[in-house]
C-alpha cells in the first residue's frame, strides 16, 4: 500500500551576506588581473542582482559544501536532538568537496546529533535535487521509512576562482597563442552562487493548519539522443564528445583548466526550453495532472533569459501555467544549481498563504546531458 508523504519543514542556509554584481570580482578574482570582458553582458542577460559566495575577499573558503549542507539540514529543527530520529539522508550536489567518500557521508559526519542511518548520494548538476528527493519520498511512500531529509548543496565559487584559470592563460601566452577562455568558460563565472537547501519529509500530516503532501516525482534523461553540454573534470572534443580527466597528464590538468566547468552554450540554447516543455507536457498527462489545476508554478532557472524563454514556450503551447503562477528567487539569491529548487520553496512556503487544496508544481531542467524533472505538491 503506498504511504502518503508529506513535507513538514523546509530550510535554507547562504552563506554570509548577499554580493552585488559590482562585488564579484572581489570575491572570485580577476583573470590576469583583468576584469571580464563578458561580465556586464552575462549580468545583463541573467538578471541577477546579488548571488552568495562561501568566500572571502581573500579568495578563502569560509564554508565546505558539507557544512552548508549541515547548516540547511539543522534548520529544519528548532532543537538539533531531533535529528536523532531522522532515518534517512539524501544528499545532493553537483561538485562535492572531494571525490571520495560521498557527499551524504561527508554532511552525515557533521551531524553527530544523527544515529547509525540509511545515507545516499546524488550526482549530477541541477536535477540531483529531485533525483535526491524521489529517494526519500520512495522510501516513505513504500513504507520502509517513516521520515527522511533530503538536501541539496553547492560550492561552485571554489571552482570559479582566478587561480584556476590564470595557469592556462600562461602557458598560451609563453607559447605565443590566445588562451582559449571563451564564453562557455567566462559567462558560468557570472553565474553561480553557493548555500544550501533542505527538505524534511514525514509520512504524518500536521494534526493543525496545512501541510505539503508529495505528491509525485518524476524525471526523464534525453542522453541517449543528445551529446554532454555542460561538463567538468573532462574537456570538449571537436565533434562534441568529451575527454575524461583520466586520459590528461598531470600538468596537462592545469593546463587546459579541466576541472573547471564548461558549457556547449550553442547547444544549450538549441535545446533546452523546446525539450523541457516536452517533458512538462508529457508527465502531466502521465499523472493525470492538468495545468488548470496547478495554483504555482517554481521553475529553477538558470538566468531570467531563460524564464523568458520558458514562459513564451509554454504561452505558444498554450499551456495554463502563466507567468501569473510563476514564482521565482533568482534575482537576489542566484542560481544556486542543484539547490535552488529547494531554497525557492523555503521561500515560497514562508512568504506565501497557501490554501487547502493548492497546488505547486516544481521545475528543474538539467544541461549536463539535457535531462529533466517535475515534481507536483498539493496542499491538504
Not at 542556509?13 to 553582458?41: A, F, M, Q
Not at 545516499?120 to 548538476?125: C, K, M, Q, R
Request: charge should be negative; aromatic fraction near 8%; glycine fraction near 6%.
Amino acid at each position: 500500500m503506498k504511504n502518503n508523504v508529506y513535507i513538514k519543514r523546509t530550510s535554507s542556509y547562504l552563506p554570509n551576506n548577499p554580493v552585488g554584481n559590482e562585488e564579484i570580482e572581489d570575491y572570485i578574482g580577476k583573470i590576469e588581473g583583468k576584469p571580464s570582458r563578458v561580465k556586464n553582458l552575462v549580468l545583463k542577460q541573467n538578471g541577477i542582482k546579488t548571488r552568495y559566495y562561501a568566500l572571502n575577499k581573500e579568495q578563502q573558503i569560509t564554508h565546505t559544501n558539507a557544512e552548508l549542507a549541515a547548516g540547511a539540514i539543522k534548520g529544519l529543527f528548532q532543537d538539533t536532538s531531533e535529528l536523532s530520529k531522522v532515518e534517512i539522508l539524501s544528499a545532493a550536489t553537483s561538485l562535492p568537496d572531494q571525490t571520495l567518500p560521498s557527499h551524504a557521508s561527508m554532511v552525515h559526519g557533521l551531524l553527530p546529533e544523527t544515529t547509525n542511518m540509511e545515507i545516499f548520494s546524488t550526482a549530477g548538476v541541477c536535477l540531483t535535487s529531485l533525483q535526491s528527493l524521489k529517494i526519500a519520498f520512495l522510501s516513505i511512500s513504500s513504507g520502509e521509512k517513516s521520515n527522511a531529509v533530503c538536501c541539496a548543496s553547492e560550492l561552485a565559487s571554489a571552482a570559479l576562482l582566478s587561480k584556476h584559470y590564470d595557469i592556462e592563460y600562461e602557458r598560451c601566452h609563453n607559447i605565443g597563442e590566445n588562451p582559449y577562455f571563451g564564453f562557455e568558460k567566462d559567462f558560468l563565472r557570472f553565474m553561480l552562487s553557493d548555500g544550501a537547501g533542505a527538505i524534511y519529509l514525514d509520512n504524518r500530516p500536521y494534526e493543525d493548519g496545512v501541510t505539503l503532501r508529495l505528491d509525485w516525482v518524476d524525471m526523464e534523461s534525453n542522453a541517449n539522443v543528445l551529446p554532454a553540454c555542460m561538463i567538468a573534470g573532462a574537456d570538449f572534443r571537436e565533434d562534441g564528445s568529451i575527454t575524461s580527466w583520466k586520459s590528461y597528464k598531470g600538468q596537462e590538468l592545469l593546463d587546459k583548466s579541466i576541472f573547471t566547468v564548461k558549457q556547449d552554450i550553442r547547444l544549450l540554447k538549441k535545446h533546452i526550453i523546446d525539450l523541457w516543455v516536452n517533458h512538462i507536457e508529457r508527465v502531466l498527462k502521465k499523472h493525470g495532472s492538468v495545468p488548470e489545476s496547478i495554483n504555482y508554478v517554481i521553475p529553477h532557472v538558470s538566468s531570467m533569459f531563460f524564464y523568458k524563454e520558458l514562459l513564451n514556450e509554454i504561452v505558444k503551447r498554450n499551456l495554463d501555467l502563466g507567468e501569473n503562477k510563476w514564482f521565482t528567487n533568482l534575482t537576489h539569491v542566484g542560481n544556486i544549481a542543484s539547490a535552488s529548487i529547494f531554497v525557492a520553496l523555503d521561500e515560497f512556503v514562508k512568504t506565501k498563504e497557501l490554501r487547502k487544496d493548492d497546488k505547486i508544481l516544481l521545475l528543474v531542467p538539467e544541461s549536463g546531458r539535457f535531462s529533466y524533472g517535475t515534481a507536483l505538491i498539493s496542499v491538504v
